[in-house]
């Protein structure tokens, strides 16, 4: 009975391990991976997120545009009542 114990919780425990050895060591190899294009591909990422900024203040420009229409409309709307 003992000698099945001592199977199974060594089984188990090898299983832990290499579970534990593959999680470890896939990221690392993932990273050697993409290193070598990792430069260019964090320059055209950056080159993207500065295009989306851009356009995004161009949006809010154009909204505090229309706000300010709107505003000006507001008044004379009130003041034609």
């Known amino acids: 009975m003992q000698v099945k114990r001592f199977m199974i919780v060594s089984a188990v425990f090898i299983a832990v391990a290499a579970l534990l050895a593959a999680v470890s060591v896939?990221?690392?190899r993932a990273q050697d991976m993409s290193s070598s294009s990792s430069a260019s591909g964090n320059a055209e990422v950056m080159a993207k997120l500065d295009e989306i900024l851009k356009n995004q203040k161009d949006t809010l420009?154009?909204?505090d545009n229309v706000k300010e229409e709107?505003?000006?409309?507001k008044i004379r709307v009130t003041q034609g009542q």
């Open 70 to 73: 709107l505003k000006i409309i």
């Open 26 to 28: 896939r990221p690392i």
């Open 61 to 63: 420009q154009q909204l």
